[in-house]
């Protein structure tokens, strides 16, 4: 998908030191300090848009709001709401009507639905008392879309470009950019971190690493989905900075697109052959 039809798209989330973002039952646990804490506050101040699956609402019920009372202040003077967009993807309109989300802090919310949902109408008129929800793909059966956002293409073993009834998160960035949106804050979870990275959705991502250990095979990490096979569409990444805050590391990362590799991959090829011939 092409950069300008989308928006800005980085991810910030907090790890343990062994790669894990919440513990095996997948209950929400402290892993960064007050530092941290101001950091991303400052982050979603700066952004447009914030983006979360439903399974991090399920889990964690999140508000997504911006805590600090001068920063929403600032977003005033400056003509924006309080808070910024929230943004659930949400195939099914899973979304309980009491969520924080929906219910905490000034501000629009929209929750991102695929075709599937139509199905219970209810549900979804329920959300849209509080929310507006869009339709974006995923009429249940693979689709187009998924091979050209890119799961398919970068070798990925699935991803979810709004087949099998997912949304289609192409779809949706370009809808969000449509609206305004330049810079989109994903906090997570796991498998749509997988989904957005898998399909090249994503420019940069932040990483709080804390000093601890959560451990569990089944204990959600960064990026959990189907993975990448070995050699084939591995996501690359350039470090930016890595920083000690609090009692952990803050390690910034660039996404290194596809067509910057296809480049260093054609000069190396050319340098190979030119090696040949002298
Ligand atoms: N430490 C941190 O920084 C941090 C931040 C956030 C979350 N977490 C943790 O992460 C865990 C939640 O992660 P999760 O992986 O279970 O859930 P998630 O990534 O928040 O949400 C995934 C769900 O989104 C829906 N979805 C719809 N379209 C999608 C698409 N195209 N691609 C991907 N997902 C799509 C799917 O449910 P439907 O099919 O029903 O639509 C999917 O199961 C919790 O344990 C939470 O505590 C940690």
Sequence with gaps: MEKSLRPFVFINAATSADGKISTV?????RISGKEDFERVDSLRAGSDAIMVGVGTVLADDPSLTVKAGARRAARARAGKDANPLRVVVDSRARTPPNAEVLCKGEGRRIIAVSELANADGERVAELG????????GGSGAAESGAVESGAAESGAAGGGGGGGGKVDLGKLLARLRQRGVERLLVEGGATLNWSLISQGLVDEIFVYVGNLILGGEDAPTLVDGAGFVAGAGVVKLELLSAERL????????RVVSEGEREKVRGKEGSAAQSGRKA
């Design 25 to 29: 039952e997948r209950r929400q646990t």
């Design 129 to 136: 008392k509080r929310a507006e929800v869009l339709v974006c």
């Design 246 to 253: 609090g009692e952990g590391v803050l390690l910034k990362w």
